[in-house]
């Protein structure tokens, strides 16, 4: 079993517990004689601490509460926090455990619990179930000649259907078992063999994925296997298309409808997932989230104050900027003070640079896009129209003409503007643009549609020379 525990105090939501008549655990461990044992469960990754409880010269502590818990795996970690032991906590919330530290699984004794003994009983089959992998593999990797290792790889197969026997015998006889319910998370959708289109097979397993999971079960949130499972199925699964997204977020939270915990856990994870997503473009998932799910108010009792205000400052900067979508126009002062507008710019791609001549990281990347620019793009007919977010209009000036970075459009918001912005209540560019950072960096295309952001200009350049390509083609 784990030698590592962390109990992480706080997370989004607070603990709450079941309105009902309440639970005992009475917990005898040695060898300790003080401090404190603390029982937590999972919730997704993260481990959430629910009670403490005092350890007497007996070995003994209580854990002791009005209010039933929530069913799921728990831990009953040491006074350091460097070791636990797992258990399963349901319907049956009075019961008494002793063990030894040294070995719990060994020495582990439950009176009370018809739950942990079967889970125990399982716990024991894998730990001797694991120690024969193990020497099975041992077994493989010696081997010498083809017959031998052909054979034993016969072995390891019979072993893996073992463990899927026993997990299947188990959910038959206990059908509203944990157990069972965490079994069913681990199984693997079957695929017929005859589907041999590499296309197709993932599609019928995508339409399988979910079938042996119950998305109603909200104690699969409190075991360390849930969140893997829908981790694997948006990372892996599901194609990284933002529209193929959308539809599989909507699936998944339908299928969660019946449950309240279940739909708030499933939604606020994969709003963490997208409000800041790995790929490009991707964003676009939370702002479909964000118009269907946050805006109506199904989660407001589910978000604090200032998480509230976060995802909603994002919901509204990020729908105002999707790929895909034309981008906002932008009237402002060029250095000249002529007033210049984004829209006025003709060419088949417009690059926008977000910059501030006072930021060590423009002073860096700035010229390197300019030099990019110049050998490369420029003569395919590329644009800049950069945009001064902050720093004084002298040193503005002055990195312009350090660097000769004159075939840009370089525009600036004057306070008069920004005043007249605010009046009218209109969002600015900051807004329009998510510019948290700089440099940022936009590719649009002749019609200033979106087409990339956020990339650095290594990026850029490697998506502009899949762009030429392909207009070479058409």
Known sequence: MMKSFFLFLSILTGYAGYSQPGYEINVTVKPFTSGYLYLAHYYGNKQMLVDSAAINQQ??????GATSLKGGIYMIAWPKKDGYFEIIIDKEQRFSITADSADVLATLNMTGSSDNDRFYSYLKFAQQYGKEMQELQEKWKASITKKDSAATEIELRKKADELTQFRETFIQKNPTHLLSSVFRVFREPAI?????DPAARNFYYRSLY??????TDERLIRTPVFQAKLDKYFDEIVPPAADTLKMEVDEVLFRTRANEEMRKYV?????????NPKYMGQDAVFVHMFNKYFIPGEADQWLNESTRKFVFDRGYSLMLNVIGEKAADMVMADITGKTRSLYSIQSPYTIVCFWDPTCGHCQTEVP???????????????KIFGVKTDGPNDKWTEFIQKYNLNDWTHVYQTPAMKEAEQKSG??????KYDVYQTPILYLLDKDKKIIAKKLNYEQLDEFLGHRFDADKKN
């Open 210 to 215: 979910w079938d042996s999971v119950d998305l």
């Open 192 to 196: 017929s063999e005859k589907i041999t």
């Open 426 to 431: 209109q969002p600015g560019f900051r807004q």
């Open 267 to 275: 939604l606020l994870h994969l709003t963490d997932k997208y409000i």
């Open 59 to 64: 070995h003994k502590a209580v854990f002791k």
């Open 368 to 382: 390197k896009l300019d030099s990019l620019y110049q050998k490369k793009w420029k003569a395919k007919g590329v």
